[in-house]
């Protein structure tokens, strides 16, 4: 039994942690809330904690004469090794509970049961920071509910307080179809929540040497879904401006207050270093003068840019040459020949958060457009953008979420525009172009157009299963009739690699009956899992 969590413990928790991960990676899998077959949730922590295995055992020795104590950098090496690992929306939350164990705890001469639920709220705060839209009935909810456990116990008593708070993990993991109507529908808890609590538990063994794993819970049968508000700008606010800052987390924190009072679509982000950071702000507000005031309150503002919505941008007189580049995710042979055609720089899918960043520099540019074309991947994204920040390079993200937005994005790029403007032309030309992704069902589920067994044929679009056959060639017509009796022009058909021979040419003699005006574009897209994926301009 250990009374205070040390570097020893630090690292057979990793160690632990990522044992058990593995052991119960396909059961994590599984908690898809779609019946698709390409649910990685498990695999992706996997990742992640291997990558911060990696740094402690490369690192674990290097302790800096001064600054944090030997926890404390055996706790700063796994969740730097986490974020450069991250692998998916999980990887990169996971990586930002762990920088919130380090800050928390890298100063602290011993680490008991309270400074253990101080690190479980600051891991939770930074978790909530590092999503720019929370919502409940994830990881989020599940690491937060462990977190206020924890405060409550009120004990110096490590071991106690970890099983509390492993304890409370798990009633909140049960809890999570009530918050999400999609975890409901499939009858499934969260996969990320579900991966903490395996985290938790490897603690608890560390702490008590006591096995304390158990399997996943059941949900309990789903009341009403709360109503979760969506972050929107509105149309009140007349002026966008932004910032970077140089300031400590107090001040910001002031700062975020006195921000939140004068405008909407307020988004502050910080690189993590103590004691003084830097922070990215954004905010649209009717009073410059008091925003940048706010700043100047709080730190040094710096790189200050004020946009009038109401203004139209002014085209440069000639070529711009500021050393641009485009980032861009892919899954499958063929997609990845239509992105490098277009001069993008393209990174193989399921990448982690070292891996697009070593994409970004490879680049040279000092101004990078990245595509993630996959929910999964945004926030891996996010987080390379923020580490290509301290290398001095602007790294924008257009949240595609499939390769069929990348490639309308791509077709309107414009070096002679204002990088900024351009960006916003690609978004805009992205979120226009609607997506379907057809495949087989891998297994027997209820979704929201009725039940699927598998091997049916399901019909996704915009992420949401909308049509349920049997036969592929029928289904895809299908989706795309439904799809184009919304409007549309163009239709662009990606094969997949297990896409049987004449699957696009069927589609495409469809289109022309059915639709005699609306242009067809097919190509060999060999993406896994999805015969044929589906976009609409």
Not at 466 to 493: K, P, S, Y
Request: glycine share 10%.
């Amino acid at each position: 039994m250990l009374d205070t969590l040390d570097a020893a413990a630090v690292r057979r928790w990793c160690a632990g942690g990522l044992a058990a991960l593995k052991r119960h990676q396909g059961e994590i899998d599984r908690l898809n809330v779609y019946p698709v077959p390409d649910g990685d949730t498990g695999t992706n922590l996997v990742l992640t904690l291997t990558s911060a295995q990696q740094a402690l055992a490369m690192d674990l020795d290097t302790l800096p004469d001064s600054g944090p104590t030997a926890h404390g950098h055996a706790l700063r090496l796994m969740a730097q090794g986490a974020l450069l690992g991250a692998r998916g929306n999980s990887g990169v939350i996971l990586s930002q509970i762990l920088r919130g164990f380090a800050d928390e705890l890298a100063g602290a001469p011993t680490v008991r049961g309270r400074g253990l639920a101080a690190a479980l709220r600051s891991g939770a705060a930074a978790a909530y920071t590092a999503v720019a839209r929370p919502v409940e009935g994830t990881l989020l909810t599940v690491v937060a509910a462990s977190a206020a456990a924890a405060d409550r116990a009120d004990s110096d008593d490590l071991p106690a307080v970890a099983r509390v708070a492993a304890r409370a993990a798990a009633e909140a993991l049960a809890r999570t179809p009530e918050q999400l109507p999609a975890l409901a529908r499939a009858g499934v808890v969260d996969a990320g929540g579900r991966g903490l609590c395996v985290l938790l538990d490897a603690l608890v063994e560390v702490l008590t040497g006591e096995s304390t794993a158990g399997p996943a819970p059941t949900p309990r049968s789903a009341r009403p879904a709360a109503t979760v508000a969506r972050e929107t700008g509105s149309d009140e606010y007349a002026y966008e401006v932004q910032f970077l800052l140089d300031a400590g987390a107090e001040a910001v924190a002031g700062m975020r207050r006195a921000l939140g009072a004068l405008g909407d679509s307020l988004v502050v982000v910080g690189d993590g270093r103590e004691p003084e950071g830097t922070w990215n702000v954004h905010v649209h507000v009717n009073d410059v003068g008091a925003a940048v005031e706010a700043g100047v309150a709080a730190g040094r503002p710096y790189r200050i840019s004020v946009t009038r919505f109401a203004d139209q941008p002014e085209r440069p007189h000639g070529p711009v040459s500021d050393g641009r580049a485009a980032v861009v995710v892919a899954t499958g042979g063929g997609i990845a020949e239509l992105f490098a055609a277009e001069g993008a720089t393209v990174v193989p899918g399921n990448p982690s958060t070292g891996e697009l960043l070593d994409a970004i520099l490879g680049t040279g540019a000092a101004r990078v457009v990245m595509l993630p074309n996959d929910p999964n991947t945004q926030a891996v994204a996010s987080a390379a953008a923020r580490e290509a920040h301290r290398h001095g390079i602007k790294v924008s993200v257009v949240p595609t979420r499939s390769p069929v937005q990348a490639l309308a994005a791509l077709a309107v790029r414009d070096a002679e525009r204002r990088f900024e403007d351009d960006v916003i032309a690609m978004a805009e030309a992205a979120g226009a172009c609607r997506y379907a992704e057809v495949c087989h069902a891998s297994r027997e589920a209820l979704t929201v157009a009725g039940p699927c067994r598998p091997g049916d044929v399901l019909a996704l679009v915009e992420g949401e299963v909308h049509l349920i056959g049997t036969d592929l060639t029928d289904t895809c017509a299908a989706v795309v009739d439904r799809m184009l009796g919304g409007g549309g022009e163009m239709v662009t058909l990606l094969a997949g690699a297990d896409a049987p021979a004449g699957l696009t040419d069927a589609v495409r003699a469809h289109v022309a009956r059915r639709w005699p005006f609306v242009e067809v574009h097919t190509y060999p897209g060999g993406q896994p899992f999805y015969p044929l994926l589906v976009g609409i301009e």
